[in-house]
T-cell receptor, first 116, second 114 residues
Framework: KAGVTQTPRYLIKTRGQQVTLSCSPISGHRSVSWYQQTPGQGLQFLFEYFSETQRNKGNFPGRFSGRQFSNSRSEMNVSTLELGDSALYLC???????????????FGSGTQLSVL | QQQVKQSPQSLIVQKGGISIINCAYE??????FPWYQQFPGKGPALLIA?????SEKKEGRFTISFNKSAKQFSLHIMDSQPGDSATYFCAASKAGGGADGLTFGKGTHLIIQP
């Protein structure tokens, strides 16, 4: 079974632009979560989707948004990019309940975003 | 507010030794405590997890010790090997998730010297 796939692997953007990151979960997984990883703040929860519905959202500004499609694939969007948005963005999938049942998360290798 | 504090930030252990990483949490509603291992260029991968109804869980060379009254838990890696060199994250969550999803510690960079 293929793992969690995130595209693109690397992205370079400039301040003020917007960006869309993509995540394909493991086949059959219904829950997708997104995390931001930075050297200073570590891993921080962005949001979680289950069956196309956002179930939870972390403490990030409204510039960060996401969605999930009927095939469980997910995208996250960051608008009006700031220098501080430079980070590794990780997507994780889980089979059923995700955070509702404390399931194991399967992480992708992430998208490294650099904002210049 | 950092709800899960992890120490040390970095750790160097000789091959064959015991690696110990500690975490402390604040939110008594947490009921799931996983440890993730991350290699450079890869996403974190679940290593082992424990729930607060047990005080210890062992899987191969990896053991979690859990002290509910002290709100602390730790990872012990026995017979540490160079292949164990990675960054380790403790985490915590509560069933039902909530706004925090998985709350991670800041990570421990572990180096096992041959």
């Amino acid at each position: 079974k293929a793992g969690v796939t995130q595209t693109p692997r690397y992205l370079i953007k400039t301040r003020g632009q917007q960006v869309t990151l993509s995540c394909s979960p493991i086949s059959g997984h219904r829950s997708v979560s997104w995390y931001q990883q930075t050297p200073g703040q570590g891993l921080q929860f962005l949001f979680e989707y289950f069956s196309e519905t956002q179930r939870n959202k972390g403490n990030f500004p409204g510039r960060f948004s996401g969605r999930q499609f009927s095939n469980s694939r997910s995208e996250m969007n960051v608008s009006t990019l700031e220098l501080g948005d430079s980070a590794l963005y990780l997507c994780a999938s889980s089979p059923k309940g995700g955070s509702a049942t404390n399931e194991k998360l399967f992480f992708g290798s992430g998208t490294q975003l650099s904002v210049l | 507010q950092q709800q899960v504090k992890q120490s040390p930030q970095s750790l160097i252990v000789q091959k064959g030794g015991i690696s110990i990483i500690n975490c402390a949490y604040e939110n008594t509603a947490f009921d799931y405590f996983p440890w993730y291992q991350q290699f450079p260029g890869k996403g974190p991968a679940l290593l082992i997890a424990i729930r607060p109804d047990v005080s210890e869980k062992k899987e191969g060379r990896f053991t979690i010790s859990f002290n509910k009254s002290a709100k602390q838990f730790s990872l012990h890696i026995m017979d540490s090997q160079p292949g164990d060199s990675a960054t380790y994250f403790c985490a915590a969550s509560k069933a039902g998730g909530g706004a925090d999803g998985l709350t991670f510690g800041k990570g421990t960079h572990l180096i096992i010297q041959p």
